[in-house]
């Protein structure tokens, strides 16, 4: 079993920045590749980035060069660095990560305002 705790979300205007965290609990010798996904209103779940269990990290198209996504080594946190953030960047962002099963956290709420 995995828990997965986000913090870090918030309010931030167009061009400010915002680090999210990822806590991982529980059987997190079992993790490989973890991740960030996020849901906007009346909008499907969408890809964000991730990074492989051996740190190889990738995004989506619509964040690259503004989002980092980052683990330490015992895989117990993974962090998203958005920069030069937009008004669609608003969402609720989840963190995800991949064991003998798929595990997600509960969202935390990124708003970004004009």
Do not use: H
Not at 24 to 42: D, E, H, L, T, V
């Amino acid at each position: 079993q995995v828990q997965l705790v986000e913090s870090g979300g918030g309010l931030v205007q167009a061009g400010g920045s915002l680090r999210l965290s990822c806590a991982a609990s529980g059987n997190i010798f079992s993790i490989n590749n973890m991740a960030w996904y996020r849901q906007a209103p009346g909008k499907q779940r969408e890809y964000v980035a991730d990074i492989t269990g051996s740190g190889t990290t990738n995004y989506a198209d619509s964040v690259k060069g503004r989002f980092t996504i980052s683990r330490n080594g015992a895989k117990s946190m993974v962090y998203l660095q958005m920069n030069s953030l937009k008004p669609e960047d608003t969402a609720v962002y989840y963190c995800n990560v991949q064991a003998w099963r798929q595990y997600w956290g509960q969202g935390t709420q990124v708003t970004v305002s004009l």
